[in-house]
């Protein structure tokens, strides 16, 4: 992401795998296990994040109101079935929160290995050793059914706000391709675009 004049300073990231067991279909009580990956991003400064899910060609985003800004965010990559017993449907739910709040993207797959083992289907390309900075776009995870997660971590500094939204500031974004970056132009919590 070099075309972006944003600055730049060191995030610390803190993750892990954790599963839990479930039941669906009361009174049957069917147990299964849903897996999810969380990290937690601390950072000196207060930050904002960009959440990106890049699937078919698509790239989908979304960021929190003015007010989320934050020292500490977590992220969340959750693999959600819609009915474990009778359905290969899997919704991939990808989060952001704040002690305030949470929302993020979510997209449903239907896949069976995805559905029993979405580690095996998961590589997290981020390790906690990687050095992270704001500014940056960051590849966090990459799903084998081609999807692609991505992040950009953005200093509070770097943003203006209206209307209780935020974008970058005007005096950052000479000469940045506005079709590859049109979440950072406006305001609006959520979207899609075709990356150019």
């Not at 060191?10 to 279909?25: A, D, G």
């Not at 899910?53 to 693999?79: D, L, P």
């Not at 390790?127 to 953005?154: P, S, V, W, Y």
């Amino acid at each position: 992401m070099n075309d972006l004049n944003l600055s730049k300073h060191k995030i610390k990231l803190f993750s892990e795998w954790k599963n839990k067991i479930v039941t669906t279909n009361p009174p049957k009580l069917i147990p299964h296990t849903e897996y999810y990956w969380q990290a937690q991003l601390n950072s000196i400064k207060e930050i904002y994040v960009v959440l990106l899910m890049n699937y078919n060609g698509t790239t989908e985003y979304h960021k929190f109101e003015a007010s989320s800004s934050s020292n500490q965010i977590g992220i969340s990559i959750s693999f959600l079935p819609h009915d474990y017993n009778k359905s290969n449907i899997v919704g991939i739910s990808f989060y952001q929160s704040t002690n305030l709040s949470g929302s993020g993207l979510r997209i449903n797959i239907e896949n069976e290995k995805l559905k029993t083992n979405p580690m095996d289907l998961t590589e997290v390309v981020i390790k906690e050793t990687d050095e992270l900075f704001t500014g940056e776009i960051i590849n966090l995870a990459n799903i084998k059914i081609g999807i692609r997660l991505q992040l950009l971590i953005i200093n509070k500094d770097d943003t203006e706000i209206s209307h209780g939204r935020w974008k970058i500031k005007k005096s950052l974004l000479e000469g940045v391709n506005k079709n590859n970056f049109p979440f950072l132009f406006k305001g609006q919590h959520i979207g899609k675009f075709n990356r150019g």
